[in-house]
C-alpha cells in the first residue's frame, strides 16, 4: 500500500513538473522554434511501462492539466492523450530494457498522432491548408526535440520504474 501511494505521488509529480517544465522553460529557450511535449512524452512512457490502462489514465490526467490552462473545447486535449496512453499501453508486452527503438518508435507515432490531431481540429477545420508549412515548422521540429528528449529520459523513466517495482 505504501509502494502504491509513492508511485502515485511520484506520477502525479511528474506531471506537474512536466506540465511547468513544457509551459514555462521550453518557450524562453530562443532557439527552439517548436517545443518538445514533455506530457506527451510521459504519457506514452508511463502507458509503454505500465499498461493501457495506466497510460489511459496518466493520459487522461495531461489532458485535463492541458484542458484547464488553454483555450478551446474542454475535452479536446483529454481526449488524444487519453487515447494515444490507451495505444500505447498494448506496447507494454513488447518492453525490454535494453530495446530503445520501440519507444523511439512510439515516440515519433505518438508525435504524429497528436500533431495532425491538431491540425485537424485547429486549423484544417478554419480552412488553413498549409500542412507542409505546419509540418516543416510545427511537426519536424517538435518530433526532433521530443524525440531527443525520449532519448535522454526513457533511460530514467525505466531506471525508476524498477526501482519502484523492487521495493
Same mark, same amino acid.
Given at each position: 500500500?505504501?509502494?502504491r501511494?509513492?508511485?502515485?505521488?511520484?506520477a502525479?509529480?511528474? =506531471? %506537474? $513538473?512536466?506540465?511547468? *517544465?513544457?509551459?514555462?522553460?521550453f518557450?524562453? %529557450?530562443?532557439?527552439?522554434?517548436?517545443?518538445? @511535449? $514533455?506530457? /506527451?512524452v510521459l504519457?506514452?512512457?508511463?502507458?509503454? /511501462?505500465? !499498461? @493501457?490502462?495506466?497510460?489511459?489514465?496518466? !493520459? =487522461?490526467?495531461a489532458?485535463l492539466?492541458?484542458?484547464?490552462f488553454?483555450?478551446?473545447?474542454?475535452?479536446?486535449?483529454?481526449? *488524444?492523450?487519453?487515447?494515444?496512453g490507451?495505444? @500505447?499501453?498494448?506496447?507494454?508486452?513488447?518492453?525490454?530494457e535494453?530495446? &530503445?527503438?520501440?519507444?523511439?518508435? &512510439?515516440c515519433?507515432?505518438?508525435e504524429?498522432?497528436?500533431?495532425?490531431y *491538431?491540425? $485537424?481540429?485547429?486549423?484544417?477545420?478554419?480552412?488553413?491548408?498549409? *500542412?507542409?508549412?505546419?509540418?516543416?515548422?510545427?511537426i519536424?521540429?517538435?518530433?526532433i526535440?521530443?524525440?531527443?528528449?525520449?532519448?535522454?529520459?526513457?533511460?530514467?523513466?525505466?531506471?525508476a520504474n524498477?526501482?519502484l517495482?523492487?521495493?
Amino acid at each position: 500500500m505504501k509502494q502504491r501511494k509513492l508511485r502515485l505521488f511520484l506520477a502525479f509529480l511528474s =506531471l %506537474i $513538473l512536466a506540465f511547468l *517544465i513544457q509551459t514555462s522553460v521550453f518557450p524562453l %529557450i530562443p532557439f527552439l522554434s517548436a517545443t518538445p @511535449n $514533455l506530457l /506527451l512524452v510521459l504519457t506514452f512512457s508511463f502507458g509503454f /511501462l505500465h !499498461g @493501457n490502462t495506466a497510460g489511459m489514465l496518466y !493520459g =487522461l490526467f495531461a489532458g485535463l492539466l492541458m484542458d484547464m490552462f488553454y483555450s478551446g473545447p474542454f475535452g479536446f486535449y483529454s481526449l *488524444i492523450f487519453l487515447v494515444i496512453g490507451y495505444i @500505447n499501453g498494448f506496447f507494454s508486452r513488447f518492453y525490454y530494457e535494453e530495446y &530503445i527503438t520501440l519507444p523511439v518508435f &512510439i515516440c515519433v507515432a505518438s508525435e504524429l498522432v497528436y500533431h495532425l490531431y *491538431i491540425y $485537424l481540429f485547429r486549423f484544417l477545420i478554419r480552412g488553413k491548408w498549409d *500542412i507542409l508549412y505546419y509540418f516543416m515548422h510545427i511537426i519536424f521540429p517538435s518530433v526532433i526535440f521530443s524525440v531527443l528528449l525520449t532519448l535522454l529520459l526513457y533511460r530514467f523513466f525505466f531506471m525508476a520504474n524498477e526501482k519502484l517495482q523492487e521495493e
